[in-house]
């Protein structure tokens, strides 16, 4: 499949050249002690006083060669695992929204333990989406408990490869002693290791601080699979254009793909990405902004230059309900990544520059998620499916839709939306005049109503909560007072209440 792209061959060299130009001229401020002595140890000029890293071409160049040309991210069921590039993006939910708009009173609030539980439920039966990029914190979480909170319930509800950021070692032991526990011993994990992590290692411009580059050697000396995110914003973090904002992000993106290897040659990585644009009117957040999707294009380029996986934050919006300006926002970017080749989408669920989650928004982003995948299935083109002789057979004023080739073709040949309204305006209105936030909300009622089949065995459970006392509880339970949505009045007032902020 040919892939969109911005630039020339000679502009890709371009940035590469200016890139180690930069790691050798200007280099890194590392605030990790361990780090700095690795890179010096590696043939990195090292100067402890300013903790300046400056890293010559020729190591760069070496350490950069290791990264594998692939990545598997794993989960609990092994047919799940998830290994690209290959033909299909791999599509995430987003991850990290402190809130959530509740499902049942609409009003936005803090996203607890058993909200993350029954997000990863909904996940688990979404087929546009591959991994689940745990959604939200747990503002229940028990001290010292706080990522355990979170990939406890992700993990006892979910196949799927779950994966998010640790804020220290500490807690990625104890996560990982969780996979241990859900295994049923050690061996069986590390053989198979099912939990994956992310990292923002470098802090634009050109920063590197202590605990996740603390994160980044620990994951990649014990072969943990994680992977870093470069997050710039363009005017504020790197220039306020896209070939300057690509180049810092691309020599900060090589700098930490350098201390991977040097920690562990052969460290798994993905060109993953996620800049914004500074408004420059009042300097707000913008992960929706159309650059966003341009700039993923020339990502995608530069990741196939080096041979590796590109990924990046393409589905995100600034909209806080699920309107207009959420659809053309995470359909327009994610498109654009798709048709340039991109790898990896982060992209499900979140609303208001990834502050809230809403359970109807990640119903409607599993719609793009597989149109997407359409996308990239591709025109499908050969002799066969011209169907020459069926239009000679059906000749002129025929009807093609009741040949037998029609009806195989029907469930194949596009994609069959199951939220999109396209009934004539009368049965819609007879039936209710919903929008498609509400046919979400009501699809992701469906699958919490029924018994969750990815749930962890009760002797799997009682193990976990024998070691970790006070752990939360993890169950999806539909809570109460969350009804379907039948008429038109109640949804008119729940679309109405998700605009109230929490207080």
Request: aromatic share 8%; glycine share 8%.
């Amino acid at each position: 499949m040919k892939f969109f792209s911005f630039l020339s061959d000679d502009e890709i060299a371009y940035v590469h050249e200016a890139s180690l130009e930069i790691l050798e001229e200007v280099g890194l401020l590392v605030r990790n002690e361990k780090a700095r002595n690795r890179f010096a140890e590696h043939g990195a000029k090292v100067d402890h006083e300013t903790e300046m890293v400056r890293i010559p071409s020729a190591v760069v160049e070496k350490y950069r060669a290791m990264v594998p040309p692939t990545i598997t991210l794993r989960g609990r069921d092994p047919s799940r695992d998830v290994t690209f590039p290959r033909k299909l993006p791999v599509v995430a939910t987003a991850s990290s929204a402190p809130d959530i708009v509740d499902p049942v009173s609409g009003i936005t609030r803090r996203s607890r333990s058993d909200d993350i539980a029954r997000i990863a439920h909904v996940v688990n039966e979404l087929p546009g989406f591959d991994v689940f990029s745990i959604s939200t914190l747990a503002d229940d979480a028990p001290k010292d408990q706080f990522s355990l909170s979170r990939f406890y319930p992700a993990l006892k509800n979910c196949v799927k490869p779950c994966r998010t950021s640790v804020y220290t070692t500490d807690e990625a032991r104890q996560v990982i002693r969780l996979g241990e526990l859900i295994a049923g011993s050690k061996e069986a994990f590390w053989e198979r290791p099912f939990i994956n992590f992310g990292y923002c290692a470098i802090v634009s411009p050109l920063t590197m601080d202590f605990d996740s580059t603390e994160t980044l050697m620990y994951f990649a000396e014990n072969g943990i699979t994680a992977y870093g995110t470069i997050a710039p914003m363009g005017g504020l973090s790197t220039p306020l254009s896209l070939p300057g904002m690509l180049t810092i992000m691309n020599a900060e993106w090589l700098a930490a793909a350098t201390l991977a290897q040097m920690s562990r040659a052969g460290t798994a990585q993905i060109y993953n990405f996620l800049p914004v644009f500074a408004d420059m009117r009042d300097g707000a957040y913008a992960p929706g902004a159309i650059e966003i999707g341009m700039m993923n294009s020339a990502v995608c380029q530069m990741a196939r230059f080096y041979n590796v996986p590109a990924g990046g934050y393409l589905g995100l919006t600034n909209a806080k309900v699920a309107d207009a300006q959420s659809g053309f926002e995470k359909g327009m970017s994610p498109l654009m990544g798709a048709l340039s080749g991109v790898d990896f989408i982060v992209m499900g669920g979140l609303q208001d520059a990834l502050m809230s989650f809403d359970f109807g928004q990640l119903g409607i982003d599993n719609e793009i998620a597989l149109m997407l995948k359409r996308v990239r299935q591709g025109f499908g083109f050969s002799k066969e499916s011209v169907s020459l002789q069926e239009i000679k057979d059906t000749g002129p004023a025929g009807m093609f839709g009741g040949n037998p080739a029609t009806l195989e073709r029907m469930h194949g040949a596009t994609f069959m939306s199951e939220l999109a309204d396209r009934k004539l305006r009368e049965q819609w209105a007879e039936e209710g005049a919903s929008t498609i936030h509400q046919r979400a909300l009501n699809k992701a009622l469906s699958i919490l109503s029924e018994p969750n089949s990815a749930a962890f065995d009760l002797d799997v459970d009682a193990r976990i909560r024998a070691e970790f006392a006070g752990l939360v509880a993890g169950d999806s339970v539909l809570p109460d007072g969350w009804t379907r949505y039948e008429d038109g009045t109640s949804g008119q007032k729940r679309e109405r209440r998700i605009n109230r902020r929490r207080a």
